[in-house]
């Protein structure tokens, strides 16, 4: 059975980096074309992608954003990390990760962050 | 980057109505197209991948179509648990670079 738990503050303050944790279970992000996702919404928004890490450690990124986001992982953990720095109250979102290279296909619960002072 | 566009943005319906939903990329995508239902406080669900596969569990009155730059999600017969948005997903090939629609929200009539 596969899932995902997204796990991080609530509450952080502009110009702090959020950090965020997906923690995973039902497959390995050893397993050849294995990816993990970071996906957000807005408050009333569509849903963005973020980043992607794959099984050998390849990573992509939101051109938007690239220049504040980080994605590393923990295979032994079974945990994926994203780091966006410098927040902002537009930042203010439900952060999801997703499994998949393609399409998505198992998803966390999501965790909403809110940006404020 | 490819730009996806989903109409109508709402769809006011009733349960055992037909629901069609659309989704025009801004350039061709091939059939690399998938379809998700949110509901708010649950994770997403993956309805249909590649454009018409249904994805494990997902009852057969949802159906996808289409292929290149128009697509289509049908929902044969409303049920209750079926009212929430729709979302549709793309891949670019290189780099592997992912965009969703604006979402279409399906609601009681």
């Known amino acids: 059975q596969v899932t995902l738990r997204e796990s991080g503050p609530a509450l952080v303050k502009p110009t702090q980096t959020l950090t965020l944790t997906c923690t995973f279970s039902g497959f390995s992000l050893s397993t050849i074309g294995m990816c993990v996702n970071w996906i957000r919404q807005p408050p009333g928004k569509p849903l963005e992608w973020l980043a992607r890490?794959?099984?050998?450690?390849?990573?992509y990124y939101i051109t938007s954003l690239m220049t504040r986001l980080a994605i590393s992982k923990d295979t032994s953990k079974n945990q994926v990390v994203l780091t966006l720095s410098n927040m902002d109250p537009v930042d203010t979102a439900t952060y999801y990760c997703?499994?998949?290279?393609?399409?998505?296909?198992?998803w966390g619960q999501g965790m909403l962050v809110t940006v404020s002072s | 980057e490819v730009v996806l566009t989903q109409s109508p943005a709402s769809l006011s319906l009733s349960p055992g109505d037909r629901a069609t939903l659309s989704c025009r990329a801004s350039q061709s995508v091939g059939s690399y197209l998938a379809w998700y239902q949110l509901k708010p406080g649950q994770a997403p669900r993956l309805l249909i991948f590649d454009s018409s596969h249904r994805a494990t569990g997902i009852p057969p009155r949802f159906s996808g179509s289409g292929s290149g730059t128009d697509f289509t999600l049908s929902i044969s017969s409303l049920e209750p648990e079926d009212f929430a948005i729709y979302y549709c997903q793309q891949r670019s090939n290189w780099p592997p670079v992912f965009t969703f629609g604006p979402g279409t929200k399906v609601e009681i009539k």
């Open positions: 997703a499994r998949g290279d393609i399409f998505f296909d198992f």
């Open positions: 890490i794959d099984w050998d450690d390849d990573k």
